[in-house]
């Protein structure tokens, strides 16, 4: 069993910071990739930022230079610093994982979503 659980959402005033993180836990032989994700009320889920296990990054283009996602590989987890927040940025975020288990399969895990609204 696999369990990827977020933390850290909010309220916040446009112009603030929110850092979130995400913790993978559980049957992990290796956590290939990390990144996170968010849905606002009738629009699709986007990627917001990802990283994997050779630092690459990656960003939407609507978050560069406002967030920057973190990973701990010793701990399982992946943080988002998020900056300069717009009340556009109100969403649901998700975690994503790309977790390799012990059986040698490879999965996507979803963490359970965490509230982000940002205030005008």
């Known amino acids: 069993q696999v369990q990827v659980v977020e933390s850290g959402g909010g309220l916040v005033q446009a112009g603030g910071s929110l850092r979130l993180s995400c913790a993978a836990s559980g049957s992990i032989f290796k956590v290939i990739a990390m990144g996170w994700y968010r849905q606002a009320p009738g629009k699709q889920r986007e990627l917001v930022a990802g990283?994997?296990?050779?630092?690459?990054?990656n960003y939407a283009d609507s978050v560069k230079g406002r967030f920057t996602i973190s990973r701990d590989n010793a701990k399982n987890t992946v943080y988002l610093q998020m900056n300069s927040l717009k009340p556009e940025d109100t969403a649901v975020y998700y975690c994503n994982a790309d977790i390799r288990d012990w059986d040698w399969n490879v999965r996507a895990y979803w963490g359970q979503g965490t509230q982000v609204t940002v205030s005008s």
């Open positions: 990283t994997t296990n050779s630092d690459s990054t």
